[in-house]
């Protein structure tokens, strides 16, 4: 950080708004950073825009506060515990820090009261004050992926109630992740890619940032659709089109340098088709063989899901969807 | 005497009661019109409706500031009133209501708050045949219970539909509308909404103040505002402003133009008694009438005819 700027940021906290002019922080730290004249006076000020988009360098998650407390104990909703922590971890696959941060040149990074005033009655009116800084920060992305949030859902109740959400985020955790993740790809050589995301994650312990890069919020926080329900385990269907060979293998290949594309690219036998039985297969299965299922007592004994899903058995559960009838046809 | 004398003095009288009147009726309609002269440092509040989140924190804190009776915070969670569209009433003074975003905004909803809207030249003022209702030099419309006789043309007046009427009360009922906090603002607070929006979707401040700032925002971030600052102009102007993502007719502000609401009826009004010139001159012109046709019976009966 070469500039040193004590910030009257003017931050209008905006969603969706673009990157733009923002002061020279070329050269030495002088009145030009700040203001629009070399003479600034206390009547007229005359500042420049808050430099938002400022963030000049890369944090590390470690460097993140574990647990913030905001607010006060005196108003109509108590306290709020913010995990401010898992928020970066989040933050990590996105944006990153500067999703919320807009302004590090200063000191580390600043923290919003810095520049955001905490009395709503105030001269500046160009910047919105603490509480309403914060409110929007948190609001923009809570209200979009789940309108039913309410004020009680981070905020402590009025006796010291925890907040609805104390126990821990509804969305992706780390104890609600997807099993397994199968893709259909445009691959020649297999077009079946099953992903287990629960070994990678769990097992490995590999951070979700690591391969969950460029992500919004919103790409796991669907509306309506938590995560952890049917959609995190769903299909993918075909792979993201426009993405060039090397864009769509770039998180495994860090890792999967030398292996041959057989490792990952499956594909069901040619002419096996299974819907004829009445009961299509997931892709999850294409890489079995008949008998790792159906063993050696044959066909005409019910199958084995327990070597590779415990507690499950068939026909109870099923590894697929039951299709109408079997084909007479063909 | 001669006819001719009776006839002066008769006139002399006429022409005293008229300057009589004149002098005493003339300076009336000119107090009864709102002041043109308003403080520059008026105050007013920018309602940004990108901004707002529907949380009705507004709603609650306006009826617990005027004392109206209200269910705990915690019910205005409830979302199933923003299936119909509410307009302030006796009850509640300012209401939010939800409509559909333009299609690129991100969210589905967008939220509008409504209220009094404070006009610098109100309609309501204007109307009242009392003056119950007057327009104060920190921006405010306020109502009188002491001189309010009931008439409820203020509520026909407003361009805005505001005014409401306590119709449940037989006995002195009130006309109910948002006072701007009067009180809570004389003795150095803010307005009950603008401190209790958790996302300060309402800006309370100086009216040209509030209207530079909305200026910034919406030149610094052109994709997000429709470049219209709503109150600026409409209806000569009004201490309540708003920014909006697209057209205000979507969020049901009606489109006014820019001549004040009592444009028309009062230049009518106090064209036909401007400094008394039309009435004197009308009962200046039945006199010489008067005058005219008294001389006529005197010589037409008697006439050569006769």
């Known amino acids: 950080m070469t500039a040193l700027l004590l910030a009257l940021a003017a931050a209008s906290v905006a969603w969706g708004a673009g990157p733009e002019a923002r002061p020279s922080t070329a050269g030495a730290a002088g009145c030009r950073l700040c203001h629009t004249t070399d003479t600034p006076t206390k009547k007229d000020p005359a500042l420049v825009p808050c430099p938002r988009y400022s963030m000049k360098k890369r944090h590390a998650l470690g460097e993140a506060p574990e647990t913030l407390t905001l607010g006060s104990p005196g108003g109509r909703y108590g306290p709020v515990r913010f995990p401010h922590k898992g928020h970066a971890a989040m933050a990590a696959m996105g944006e990153g820090c500067s999703a919320c941060h807009h302004y590090d040149l200063a000191r580390p990074i600043h923290g919003c009261g810095d520049c955001h005033s905490s009395t709503r009655a105030r001269p500046d009116l160009d910047k919105p004050d603490l509480k309403a800084a914060r409110h929007r920060l948190c609001v923009g992305c809570h209200a979009q992926w789940d309108p039913d949030e309410t004020c009680a859902s981070c905020h402590a109740g009025e006796q010291g109630a925890p907040a609805a959400r104390a126990k821990g985020p509804r969305g992706a955790s780390r104890t609600n992740l997807p099993e397994r993740v199968t893709y259909r790809t445009p691959s020649a050589g297999g077009q079946v890619v099953t992903f287990r995301h629960d070994d990678h994650a769990r097992r490995f312990g590999l951070p979700c940032a690591g391969c969950h890069r460029g992500r919004a919020c919103r790409d796991c926080h669907g509306q309506g659709a938590p995560a952890g329900t049917e959609r995190a385990a769903a299909p993918r269907g075909p792979a993201r089109p426009g993405r060039s060979l090397e864009e769509a293998h770039q998180a495994c290949s860090s890792c999967h340098k030398d292996d041959p594309c057989s490792r990952c690219h499956r594909d069901w036998p040619k002419g096996f088709e299974h819907r004829k039985t009445g009961l299509a297969l997931d892709d999850t299965h294409a890489s079995l063989q008949c008998a790792d299922c159906h063993g050696a007592a044959g066909f005409s004994a019910p199958p084995a899901c327990g070597s590779c899903h415990e507690g499950r058995s068939y026909p109870k559960d099923k590894p697929g969807k039951p299709v109408a009838g079997p084909s007479k046809r063909r | ?306």
């Open chain 2, 1 to 306: 005497m001669s006819p001719s004398s009776g006839r002066s003095s008769r006139r002399d009288f006429l022409k005293t009661a008229l300057a009589a009147g004149a002098a005493g009726l003339a300076p009336r309609p000119a107090s009864a019109a709102p002041k043109p002269a308003l403080s520059p440092d008026r105050m007013g509040v920018l309602v940004d409706t990108t901004v707002c989140i529907g949380c009705r924190n507004c709603e609650w804190a306006c009826k617990t500031a005027h004392a109206l009776p209200t269910e705990p915070l915690k019910s205005y969670e409830d979302k199933s009133v923003f299936e119909k569209f509410r307009r302030p009433d006796d009850k509640a003074l300012t209401v939010v209501n939800r409509f559909d975003a333009p299609k690129d905004a991100g969210t589905p909803h967008r939220w509008a708050k409504i209220q009094c809207m404070h006009c610098d030249r109100p309609a309501c003022v204007s109307a009242c045949i009392v003056g119950a209702l007057s327009k104060s030099e920190d921006g405010s419309v306020l109502w009188s219970t002491r001189r309010c006789i009931g008439c409820r043309y203020c509520m026909v007046a407003c361009p805005f539909q505001v005014p409401a009427f306590e119709y449940h009360k037989a006995l002195e009922p009130s006309i109910r509308k948002c006072d701007f906090c009067h009180d809570r603002r004389r003795s150095g607070g803010l307005p009950a909404c603008v401190e209790s929006c958790p996302v300060e979707a309402l800006t309370y401040g100086p009216r040209e103040e509030l209207i530079r700032v909305a200026r910034a925002r919406t030149k610094r971030y052109p994709q997000r505002y429709a470049s219209h600052i709503y109150g600026e102009s409409e209806v000569g102007g009004t201490s309540w402003l708003y920014l909006a993502g697209g057209d205000f007719a979507d969020l049901r502000l009606p489109r006014l133009g820019p001549d004040p609401a009592p444009g028309v009826s009062e230049s009518i009004q106090h064209g036909i008694f401007a400094y008394f010139i039309p009435p004197a001159s009308l009962y200046g012109l039945l006199g010489l009438l008067m005058w005219i046709s008294k001389n006529r019976p005197e010589r037409g009966p008697h006439g050569p005819g006769e």
